[in-house]
């Protein structure tokens, strides 16, 4: 398994031993950690030896914050957190029932979901100071509500940024895989973005799932999950509103923020293809040009996001059985504007 979880954060969990007073040996040796690791800044640890001990700490202390806050969340509070938002009708009902209740039991952090048009936030506002457990605290916490909303739905929920209040550590690099998105840092708060039309899906799961998810400490920051339910409406969103960029799948990919082969086979998951939905996209673009414009032939194929005017009329003529002259001409009079 590979190894990317920096060391810092394992040192954290022993700070909140500490913070108790107790003995972080127990953990440190079920996880496979050796204590003398801890004083190398550069080790990292697997995600599997990160959910050993952090279950092992969250168990021997009694507490599923690790000691990030100013009262212990006792085993257990996650999970009731879990079963107060699984009952909800979508994804948003579900985040922010998780927020609001979220503040009842810790205060020392304000969630809090919005939206801005397409783009969704989930904000995380310090009303104490987090101290030497700050990083690990807002990254655990975001990564937590992330994979909570993921586990929810069922789906993969793509991230189009994270942001965090203090200075880049030196192990930010790990940060790109921890939230597969870009990072910035200095921010003015801990937050996480997000295509808001996933909070509009229903829930997937139900009690016995729940029951399930939860005898795993960590299985919501360690699970990956390979189907985007909202990957085909953000093809079919940017083949629509960026044809320009989106002649190949490379192109597409890196305008998604994911790899050519993910975008291949998560499409493949929801029972679609790359060269399918082009075709949707560009037939549908393509047919109301004809019919409300009075363009010529070569601006419809450019602005349908072909190179060249004889491949469109070669790909039109195969999805209509006619040619774009003739399909504009049988079409009508259909009101046609400049």
């Known amino acids: 398994m590979v190894a990317i979880t920096p060391i ?22 079920a996880a496979q950690i050796k204590p003398e690791f ?6 990292r640890i697997s995600a599997l030896q990160m959910e050993r001990i952090s279950g092992a700490a969250m168990q021997e202390l009694d ?3 690790l000691g990030w806050f100013s009262r212990r969340l006792p085993w257990g509070s996650y999970g009731m957190l879990a079963r107060a938002s699984i009952s909800a009708p979508t994804l948003g009902v579900a985040l922010k029932r998780w927020c609001r209740h979220h503040g009842l039991i810790a205060d020392d952090i304000n969630l809090k979901l919005t939206c801005a048009g397409q783009q969704a936030t989930l904000t995380i506002t310090e009303q104490r100071k987090l101290k030497a457990l700050r990083e690990f605290c807002l990254v655990s916490v975001l990564r937590n509500v992330h ?22 550590p030196a192990h930010q690099d790990v940060y790109e895989v921890l939230f597969s998105c870009p990072s910035t840092f200095e ?30 400490a960590l299985p919501l920051t360690v699970l990956q999950y390979r189907r985007d339910r909202l990957l085909v409406q953000r093809v079919r969103q940017a083949l ?30 929801e029972g679609a293809s ?16 004809l019919l409300r414009t009075q363009r010529p032939i070569k601006q419809v194929a450019q602005a349908a996001g072909f190179q060249n005017e004889k491949s469109f009329m070669r790909a039109f003529r195969g999805w209509t059985g006619l040619s774009p002259a003739e399909f504009r ?3 009508g009079d259909q009101g046609l504007v400049a």
């Open 8 to 29: 810092a954060f394992v040192a954290a969990i022993v700070q909140a031993y500490k913070k108790y007073g107790k003995n972080p040996a127990q953990a440190l040796q």
């Open 38 to 43: 801890l004083h190398d800044p550069a080790h």
């Open 63 to 65: 507490d599923e914050g």
């Open 147 to 168: 994979g909570l909303a993921c586990w929810l739905i069922d789906s993969r929920i793509a991230l189009q940024g994270a942001q965090f209040p203090f200075a880049a």
């Open 187 to 216: 921010a003015g708060t801990a937050a996480i973005r997000f295509d808001a039309r996933y909070l509009d899906l229903p829930l997937k799961r139900d009690e016995a799932a729940l029951r399930q998810m939860l005898k795993r």
């Open 240 to 269: 629509r509103t960026q044809p320009a960029s989106t002649h190949n799948a490379c192109d597409l990919a890196a305008l998604l923020a994911i790899s050519p082969r993910t975008l291949h086979r998560q499409l493949k998951d």
């Open 274 to 289: 790359l060269q399918a939905l082009k075709d949707e996209v560009r037939q549908s673009h393509a047919s109301a040009l």
């Open 329 to 331: 001409h049988q079409g």
